[in-house]
């Protein structure tokens, strides 16, 4: 069985340890940061799969940040969480991310698990739910 | 109205918009994470209920305590959006400025932090009341901070002071690079919303600041 590794980025700390124990309680490991530059010394020490990633970040946005990724990690996968509910933000984050892949906050831990899986099934078969609460 | 009087009103609208939409923000992200805080006990209980692993009340402690935590935040946040959107409530008011500066910079944080830059405000003790027009003073200070943020020195940090001199109040945003030309100071855009305030702005490149000048006593 494929398992499944994702590296989240937001500002907001409380928000990312709730998110990484919330995931882990569904059979996907996550590690997380709070800064554009934990986030690319993370993906150097270690292999991800898919990076969700705060549109706002300080001193860089998460599109940025995308970029960056890719160059360290051309095969990951990108998913976008964002407060911020603009037009031109949304244009912005489907236009990077694809429509499907850019969630607006506050995200549904069960939408941002199946978007997960969903994005990296083109990689392989979707794990089997695990642990599931 | 004047093109140039249009300009400033769409010029003012575009920066109530712009701290209303990072006040959301702020609020978004508080709502996210009580969302998250409280997902988790939920997924925690079920656990326990379900699967019978054991639940650990060090972490419902402290889940409980993120959330309150958020909601005194929050409340912090709705208080400024609520002082922020009287400041249009009356032309000409008497309001204390490091109160003001102090919600600005907080409500703007956001903003600031997105390019790098860290604001402190320097609290007078105590605080210095100025008789004038509350939004448009706001408005001038976003617009120190904004051209600030642009011309900001190494250290990406900016300082934020109101002192009485006689009969004015000077306004000093400190933390701008050495060698920031004078001459591209102030901006033409400013012109009006200067007049409004009858106040000027000018460089103090000793200080490494900009100063707004400003009448203590603004006249209806």
Same mark, same amino acid.
């Given at each position: 069985?494929?398992?499944?590794?994702?590296?989240?980025?937001?500002?907001?700390?409380?928000?990312?340890?709730?998110?990484?124990?919330?995931?882990?309680?569904?059979?996907?490991?996550?590690?997380?940061?709070?800064?554009?530059?934990?986030?690319?010394?993370?993906?150097?020490?270690?292999?991800?799969?898919?990076?969700?990633?705060?549109?706002?970040?300080?001193?860089?946005?998460?599109?940025?940040?995308?970029?960056?990724?890719?160059?360290?990690?051309?095969?990951?996968?990108?998913?976008?969480?964002?407060?911020?509910?603009?037009?031109?933000?949304?244009?912005?984050?489907?236009?990077?991310?694809?429509?499907?892949?850019?969630?607006?906050?506050?995200?549904?831990?069960?939408?941002?698990?199946?978007?997960?899986?969903?994005?990296?099934?083109?990689?392989?078969?979707?794990?089997?739910?695990?642990?599931?609460? | 109205?004047?093109?140039?009087?249009?300009?400033?009103?769409?010029?003012?609208?575009?920066?109530?918009?712009?701290?209303?939409?990072?006040?959301?923000?702020?609020?978004?992200?508080?709502?996210?994470?009580?969302?998250?805080?409280?997902?988790?006990?939920?997924?925690?209980?079920?656990?326990?209920?379900?699967?019978?692993?054991?639940?650990?009340?060090?972490?419902?402690?402290?889940?409980?305590?993120?959330?309150?935590?958020?909601?005194?935040?929050?409340?912090?946040?709705?208080?400024?959006?609520?002082?922020?959107?009287?400041?249009?409530?009356?032309?000409?008011?008497?309001?204390?400025?490091?109160?003001? %500066?102090?919600? *600005?910079?907080?409500?703007?944080?956001?903003?600031?932090? /997105?390019?790098?830059?860290? #604001? @402190? +405000?320097? !609290?007078?003790?105590?605080?210095?009341?100025?008789?004038?027009?509350?939004?448009?003073?706001?408005?001038?200070?976003?617009?120190?901070?904004?051209?600030?943020?642009?011309?900001?020195?190494?250290?990406?940090?900016?300082?934020?002071?109101?002192?009485?001199?006689?009969?004015?109040?000077?306004?000093?945003?400190?933390?701008?690079?050495?060698?920031?030309?004078?001459?591209?100071?102030?901006?033409?855009?400013?012109?009006? %919303?200067?007049? *409004?305030?009858?106040?000027?702005?000018?460089?103090?490149? /000793?200080?490494?600041?900009? #100063? @707004? +000048?400003? !009448?203590?006593?603004?006249?209806?």
């Amino acid at each position: 069985m494929k398992s499944i590794r994702v590296l989240l980025a937001d500002d907001e700390e409380e928000l990312v340890t709730a998110l990484v124990e919330r995931l882990a309680l569904r059979g996907i490991e996550a590690d997380g940061v709070s800064t554009c530059e934990a986030a690319v010394a993370l993906l150097r020490e270690k292999r991800y799969d898919v990076a969700v990633l705060d549109v706002k970040l300080p001193r860089m946005s998460g599109f940025e940040l995308k970029k960056q990724m890719v160059r360290v990690a051309p095969h990951m996968k990108f998913i976008f969480i964002t407060g911020h509910g603009s037009y031109a933000s949304f244009q912005e984050g489907t236009a990077e991310a694809g429509r499907p892949y850019y969630l607006l906050k506050p995200v549904d831990i069960e939408l941002l698990v199946a978007k997960i899986r969903e994005i990296t099934a083109a990689d392989g078969p979707p794990p089997e739910k695990e642990g599931a609460p | 109205m004047t093109q140039s009087n249009k300009e400033t009103t769409v010029d003012g609208l575009r920066f109530f918009g712009r701290m209303s939409a990072a006040i959301s923000h702020d609020l978004k992200n508080t709502l996210s994470i009580m969302n998250e805080s409280a997902g988790l006990i939920e997924d925690l209980a079920l656990m326990a209920e379900n699967k019978g692993r054991p639940l650990d009340p060090q972490r419902i402690h402290q889940l409980g305590a993120t959330i309150k935590r958020q909601i005194q935040r929050n409340d912090g946040i709705v208080r400024n959006m609520n002082q922020f959107a009287h400041s249009v409530d009356h032309s000409f008011k008497e309001i204390g400025l490091t109160a003001n %500066l102090q919600m *600005l910079s907080t409500i703007c944080r956001r903003l600031t932090d /997105a390019r790098g830059v860290a #604001v @402190a +405000v320097t !609290p007078s003790d105590p605080d210095i009341g100025i008789v004038t027009r509350p939004f448009h003073l706001l408005h001038l200070v976003w617009l120190l901070l904004a051209w600030a943020m642009d011309h900001v020195d190494e250290g990406k940090r900016l300082s934020l002071q109101a002192r009485s001199v006689q009969d004015h109040v000077h306004l000093e945003c400190r933390g701008i690079a050495g060698a920031t030309a004078a001459a591209a100071f102030p901006p033409a855009p400013w012109t009006e %919303l200067l007049e *409004l305030l009858a106040a000027r702005v000018e460089m103090d490149t /000793a200080q490494q600041a900009i #100063v @707004a +000048v400003l !009448p203590r006593r603004m006249a209806a």
